[in-house]
């Protein structure tokens, strides 16, 4: 039978989801809320939405053609079967915000084009709307660049909305400081919990104090810690400890929780990952410059933190997303990776520094000092040397108590590097050597992130010594790394070099004086001082082996100090008194001898750290 042209209008069927009646209209606190969401089958002609009635005649019909508003339609049987069951379930505020942002659903085992109205509509469009820069919050002593200015504004957002999210920025863009500002702008009077390697307590300790003046700041670690009397600000936190207090932690009311270097909790089944997710806070923030190290799973391990929910279970996201993108070459890879990606998107800021609008606005070169705690080892060590040292330099003087102090000092830094170092222990088992020492643990963390964003760096250490169990450490880690020194022949110097410049090798370590001149190392965007010559001069020479004529990449120079110790202080110095460092410490330690005896003590005793 031939039906006439204009019976065949365009009869369609979408599944529409809709807020509970009273949700707010610009979808503010939308996912607040208890109510679950309407999740049904909206029929429409030529893109008209039929009324319920209507809706209601087509599912009585029992013939191929029916009478819709005053015309004769061409009914498919398949629409007249969703206008029967036209009630898909119910939906909780997370998997209809899923369901927005990837505009399909799974119903009977197939995917439908799925169609959000009034409030989740208004927040998916909220979501994923362009954002200009964000106002710099009063109190913030920084001045952010645009990109920062940008990131404030999208973490801002997600917070204001009841939403997490995970700032994935490069290495060196300044996460840190962002989300300083952003706990400035939310001005809650709850604290802000921020979780860290323990190698990275001391840094953010100080660039609080640095970027926040008069903020509260409090370390919840070691033996004295205590949540009592807290008034706003910042708690710091390790892993560790948040895994052993987390009942502790989950009491005390948070305005935000964030995760720094979250890539340590990617494996949503380990205790750690468990823990944190027992702390309530209305805003989770995720901080790491490897979202992705592995496999999608640890995407939504951190995603199911920050936005819990939002993926759904991690059997059906390996399900439906992970194993089809994962599987380059399979059918439908194409359709999952933008299916996911539309889904993430909102909940992740990812910039590099080469993307176009970032490498404009950095420096050619950044100075970063990272305070590192000592191990419980390093500070017996350091303190027993420091004792028994002093009481034989006060009954000595002239040449003999030079050579005593210059002995003190050089014995201080081996062991802010490492005890083994200190003690001789050439034959120290390299896969324990990171837990005997915070540079050694922090250095892990740096090359962990830069490294997965094929990055490259030079390690610059004093101590051959050092230089040998850094790259004995770092080749048990399967890192692949050489080692340069003042014995090296020159045809494999030249060798070494060639392997790093074509990124065969990423990371090189380097005897300071050895490697001080003469070398052109312009892959490496990243410069590792492992410890502190106390000579500017020589340490910007070893830092100019990066940059120099020929480096097309911002270089980042990261100097690792230990915290209350000789080095701090000597950093402190270097820091506010440039110029007059220069004149005192150009001749670097030597300089130091000169001191009175409790000048002397007071540079070298160890301080605690509060």
């Given at each position: 039978?031939?039906?006439?042209?204009?019976?065949?209008?365009?009869?369609?069927?979408?599944?529409?989801?809709?807020?509970?009646?009273?949700?707010?209209?610009?979808?503010?606190?939308?996912?607040?809320?208890?109510?679950?969401?309407?999740?049904?089958?909206?029929?429409?002609?030529?893109?008209?939405?039929?009324?319920?009635?209507?809706?209601?005649?087509?599912?009585?019909?029992?013939?191929?053609?029916?009478?819709?508003?005053?015309?004769?339609?061409?009914?498919?049987?398949?629409l007249?079967?969703?206008?029967?069951?036209?009630?898909?379930?119910?939906?909780?505020?997370?998997?209809?915000?899923?369901?927005?942002?990837?505009?399909?659903?799974?119903?009977?085992?197939?995917?439908?084009?799925?169609?959000?109205?009034?409030?989740?509509?208004?927040?998916?469009?909220?979501?994923?709307?362009?954002?200009?820069?964000?106002?710099?919050?009063a109190g913030l002593a920084a001045t952010l660049r645009d990109y920062q200015l940008r990131g404030l504004a999208?973490?801002?957002?997600?917070?204001?909305?009841?939403?997490?999210?995970?700032?994935?920025?490069?290495?060196?863009?300044?996460?840190?400081?962002?989300?300083?500002?952003?706990?400035?702008?939310?001005?809650?009077?709850?604290?802000?919990?921020?979780?860290?390697?323990?190698?990275?307590?001391?840094?953010?300790?100080?660039?609080?104090?640095?970027?926040?003046?008069?903020?509260?700041?409090?370390?919840?670690?070691?033996?004295?810690?205590?949540?009592?009397?807290?008034?706003?600000?910042?708690?710091?936190?390790?892993?560790?400890?948040?895994?052993?207090?987390?009942?502790?932690?989950?009491?005390?009311p948070w305005g935000m929780v964030?995760?720094?270097?979250?890539?340590?909790?990617?494996?949503?089944?380990?205790?750690?990952?468990?823990?944190?997710?027992?702390?309530?806070?209305?805003?989770?923030?995720?901080?790491?410059?490897?979202?992705?190290?592995n496999n999608l799973s640890e995407l939504w391990a951190l995603l199911d933190w920050t936005t819990p929910g939002l993926l759904g279970p991690l059997k059906s996201f390996r399900a439906r997303h992970a194993r089809a993108v994962e599987n380059g070459g399979a059918d439908g890879d194409d359709a999952a990776a933008q299916r996911l990606a539309r889904l993430v998107r909102p909940f992740l800021l990812r910039r590099k520094k080469s993307d176009?609008?970032?490498?404009?606005?950095?420096?050619?070169?950044?100075e970063t000092d990272h305070p590192v705690p000592l191990t419980r080892e390093q500070a017996a060590l350091y303190e027993a040397v420091v004792r028994e040292s002093l009481l034989a330099i006060e009954t000595a003087d002239g040449i003999a108590r030079r050579g005593m102090v210059l002995k003190l000092l050089g014995a201080l830094k081996q062991i802010c590097d490492h005890p083994a170092l200190y003690l001789k222990e050439e034959s120290a088992r390299p896969d324990r050597l990171a837990a005997r020492s915070g540079k050694l643990a922090l250095l892990d963390e740096l090359l962990d992130t830069l490294l997965a964003e094929d990055g490259s760096a030079l390690v610059f250490t004093q101590y051959v010594g050092m230089a040998r169990l850094i790259t004995a450490h770092l080749s048990a880690r399967a890192v692949p790394v050489d080692l340069l020194h003042g014995g090296t022949p020159v045809a494999e110097r030249e060798r070494m070099v060639d392997r790093f410049q074509s990124g065969e090798t990423p990371v090189l370590v380097l005897s300071l004086k050895a490697a001080g001149t003469g070398l052109n190392l312009t892959r490496a965007g990243h410069v590792v001082h492992f410890d502190r010559w106390w000579n500017p001069a020589v340490e910007e020479q070893a830092t100019d082996r990066a940059y120099r004529i020929g480096q097309t990449q911002p270089v980042q120079v990261h100097r690792l100090v230990t915290e209350g110790t000789v080095e701090d202080r000597i950093a402190e110095m270097l820091t506010a008194k440039r110029a007059l460092a220069d004149a005192v410490l150009g001749s670097g330690e030597a300089a130091l001898t000169e001191l009175t005896d409790r000048e002397l003590a007071d540079l070298v005793s160890l301080r605690r750290t509060s």
């Open positions: 039978m031939h039906w006439p042209r204009d019976l065949a209008r365009d009869l369609t069927a979408a599944a529409v989801v809709r807020p509970a009646p009273g949700s707010s209209t610009d979808g503010t606190g939308f996912l607040e809320s208890e109510d679950l969401l309407q999740f049904r089958w909206q029929l429409a002609l030529g893109g008209d939405p039929l009324s319920e009635a209507e809706m209601d005649a087509l599912a009585e019909a029992h013939r191929p053609v029916v009478r819709l508003r005053d015309r004769w339609v061409l009914v498919d049987p398949a007249v079967r969703k206008a029967r069951r036209r009630d898909l379930g119910l939906l909780d505020p997370v998997d209809a915000l899923s369901v927005a942002l990837t505009g399909s659903a799974e119903v009977d085992g197939e995917s439908v084009e799925a169609v959000p109205v009034g409030a989740l509509a208004a927040l998916r469009d909220r979501l994923t709307a362009g954002l200009g820069p964000a106002e710099p919050p999208w973490l801002d957002l997600m917070t204001s909305l009841g939403l997490g999210g995970c700032l994935a920025d490069d290495m060196g863009l300044g996460k840190t400081v962002t989300l300083i500002a952003l706990h400035l702008k939310r001005a809650r009077t709850e604290p802000t919990l921020v979780v860290c390697p323990a190698s990275l307590l001391g840094n953010w300790q100080r660039e609080i104090i640095r970027f926040a003046p008069g903020v509260p700041v409090r370390r919840f670690h070691g033996q004295s810690r205590s949540l009592d009397g807290l008034a706003g600000g910042f708690v710091l936190t390790t892993y560790g400890t948040m895994r052993s207090t987390a009942a502790d932690l989950a009491e005390q964030v995760a720094d270097e979250a890539q340590h909790v990617k494996n949503p089944y380990s205790a750690t990952a468990k823990a944190l997710r027992t702390i309530p806070a209305p805003a989770r923030v995720a901080l790491t410059g490897t979202p992705v190290e176009p609008g970032i490498v404009p606005e950095l420096p050619p070169k950044t």
